[in-house]
């Protein structure tokens, strides 16, 4: 039986602020999307698309359900949600200490996965 991908739940800050959540298997790759405007409609229009914060899952299935949970939230529950995970506020695309932070972070993991696939 072929394991299962570990997955994300992401948030990316949107130029206008908004939030946007989803899930991938690969971080930077999506992240590249949304800002290709090749994403999701929603972040075609509200480029450049920042990653402020991401969560492993075990599973695509898991990480879909924490979108789906974020994605019930209030605006001021998710800022409550993420401030709890870490994330410093304010939440526009000055947020770069972040957003460096989570960038390199995401290319560790995907470094030490590389390195045990091969």
């Known amino acids: 039986m072929k394991p299962e991908k570990v997955a994300y739940f992401y948030v990316l ?6 939030f946007y959540a989803g899930y991938t298997t690969n971080l930077t790759n999506r992240v590249n999307t949304h800002n290709s405007g090749q994403g999701a409609k929603y972040t075609r229009a509200r480029r450049p698309v920042h990653l402020i914060y991401a969560e492993q ?3 695509s ?3 879909m359900k924490q979108e789906y949970w974020f994605k019930q939230l209030t605006r001021n529950q998710k800022e409550r949600y993420l401030v709890e995970q870490g994330v410093t506020p304010p939440f526009n ?3 770069s200490f972040m957003l460096q932070r989570m960038s390199e972070t995401h290319q560790n993991i995907e470094k030490k996965k590389e390195s045990t696939n091969e």
């Open 13 to 18: 800050v949107c130029k206008d602020r908004s």
């Open 57 to 59: 899952w075990a599973n």
């Open 61 to 63: 299935s898991q990480a």
């Open 93 to 95: 695309s000055t947020t």
